[in-house]
Structures are given as structure tokens and as C-alpha cells.
């Protein structure tokens, strides 16, 4: 499930939320519903498919740009 951060408009308070498809996530300082998404912690049910694959670095697991084994040199 994933988690949301979003900034209110009408307050400006910043939170991150459970969002589940059959609630609307509203603003615990004020309860508006005026959100504006910030980013998700995890990837976006929309993109995870597309982002999959580019992502996966030669080595398999970090997607470092330097190649394979690039990230263990950090
Ligand atoms: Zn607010």
C-alpha cells in the first residue's frame, strides 16, 4: 500500500498518508482536501512497470550508472 506525502494548500502542513483507493486523504491540521502530492515512498502503481526495468543496473541490483559492480566501490 502505497504512502503518500502531500503538502495542503489552504495551511500549508506537510504529511504523509496511507492512500487507499476508496478514501480521499484530507489535511490533519485542518481536514481540507486541497492537497497537493508530493512524492510517494514507494514507486507510483502508474510508472512501477515502466521504471522497473530502466532502473535495474547492470549489476542486477543498485542501477548504478557506472556499470557493474560500481556500487560497491561507494
Ligand atoms: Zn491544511
Known sequence: M???EYA???CGQEFETL???TTVPDCPHCHSTELEKKL???AKPGSAAQAAPAAAGPCGSCGHPDGPGACRLN
Open 8 to 10: 495542503c494548500r489552504k
Open 19 to 21: 492512500v487507499r483507493s
Open 40 to 42: 510517494s515512498v514507494f
Open 2 to 4: 502505497p504512502i503518500y
